[in-house]
């Protein structure tokens, strides 16, 4: 098999730089080694900027986000037993949409398979070659029978643990850090108790409250590292979520649980994300905490920088944006990591020294919270960039 350009791993970058791709008629094959249900079936992030909204609507995939997204203005923060809110829609002109991953992956497939350009899910033993060339290719197996792709490019958007970043791995800088905080991630059968995503600060852990549909919910609750999922019951669960929301009128009620499981806060940056004829997209050139609901919307920007590269690549024989992708998508990187970052040490508590930083955080939410620039650069932050536009 031929190809301009081979791309490994179906998630978010990956599929989102092979439909931009195939409108622009760049050749490309998006090669998966799990199945097409699981692809579809793991439940990820759900908030979703403006910029990917309009990424997503360019490229043809945005008519059920448009039609099922959950449009919201403003936050609640929860904190000393009362809530105050930030209107981000009103400091910037911009909302958000709740809009689960795996709905925009399903999307993405959808448009996919209606194209001529190959999605090779199940594929086995798969492996990158001479990147440092000008003929690399992509060894796997499937359907029972070796293949070999050979390319331009090869992009790898196949996630943190994937093939692609650790055979560059000698040319890299790598910036990592463990956060203390752990969650017990919850998805249950409950309608939203709020129409606002809601953060607590409460003193014996953070609580967010967000939703994923009219009828689903999305809870999560800071938690020991060491916690086992299986041993928190709903009783448990929806007790804790109680306890860390009083103050609040809402008794929460909770439905069935559809799944639980335990999130590791951390955050990893890779620099750069290129060397050669290999390119990194998404969770496998970087990571973000969840609590500021990044990591989707940075997969997404990085794949349309890079899809941005390749048309002017191929269009009219210019390599100026390839080679400085890592410099303009790093800035955008960095700047959602910082903000990541800063939530995460603004909400959680501290075991060590925990009243002290109890204070520091009552400090700090009262000062982004009342009006003025704090307010607004907030606002700016959480709603994010515009999508990166390049002339063609």
């Not at 920088?305 to 690549?313: D, G, K, P, S, T």
């Amino acid at each position: 098999m031929r190809t301009k350009v081979a791309i490994i791993g179906a998630g978010p970058a990956g599929l989102m730089l092979g439909q931009l791709l195939s409108l622009a008629n760049i050749s490309n094959v998006v090669i998966e080694n799990r199945s097409r249900d699981y692809v579809e079936g793991r439940s990820r992030a759900g908030q979703i900027t403006p910029a990917t909204v309009q990424i997503l609507t360019e490229s043809g995939v945005g008519a059920r986000i448009h039609s099922e997204g959950m449009v919201h203005s403003t936050l609640q923060f929860h904190y000393e037993g009362s809530t105050r809110e930030l209107n981000f829609q009103a400091l910037t002109g911009r909302t958000v949409t709740i809009y689960g991953q795996q709905e925009i992956i399903k999307d993405l497939i959808a448009a996919r398979l209606k194209t001529e350009f190959p999605l090779l899910f199940d594929a086995a033993d798969v492996q990158i070659h001479d990147t440092d060339g000008f003929s690399p290719y992509v060894s796997f197996s499937h359907g029972g029978e070796q293949q070999t792709l050979e390319c331009d490019f090869i992009v790898g958007c196949d996630g943190f643990h994937g093939i692609c970043r650790p055979h560059i791995s000698d040319s890299l800088t790598q910036f990592s850090y463990n956060y203390p905080f752990t969650w017990l991630a919850v998805l249950a059968e409950m309608s939203p108790i709020s129409p606002d995503v809601i953060f607590s600060s409460h003193e014996t852990g953070l609580a967010l409250f967000t939703m994923r549909s009219p009828n689903v919910s999305r809870i999560y609750l800071q938690c020991s590292p060491d916690e086992d999922p299986n041993e928190w019951s709903g009783s448990r669960i929806w007790d804790l979520l109680q306890l860390r929301l009083e103050g609040r009128p809402e008794k929460v009620n909770g439905g069935a649980i559809i799944e639980k499981s335990i999130v590791q806060l951390r955050s990893f940056v890779a620099e750069k994300m290129q060397k050669g004829r290999l390119f990194l997209a998404g969770d496998a050139a970087h990571i973000v905490p969840p609590s500021a609901a990044k990591g989707l919307n940075l997969a997404v920007s990085d794949a349309n920088i890079l899809a941005r590269a390749f048309e002017q690549h191929y269009g009219k024989g210019k390599e100026d944006l390839l080679l400085s992708y890592s410099d303009i998508a790093l800035k955008q990187i960095w700047r959602d990591v910082q903000f990541s970052h800063w939530m995460a040490m603004l909400l959680h508590r501290f075991d060590d020294n925990s009243h002290f930083h109890r204070r520091l955080q009552i400090a700090e939410l009262d000062r982004v919270l009342g009006s003025g620039p704090a307010a607004q650069s907030f606002a700016e932050l959480w709603v994010g960039n515009p999508p990166f536009a390049a002339s063609i």
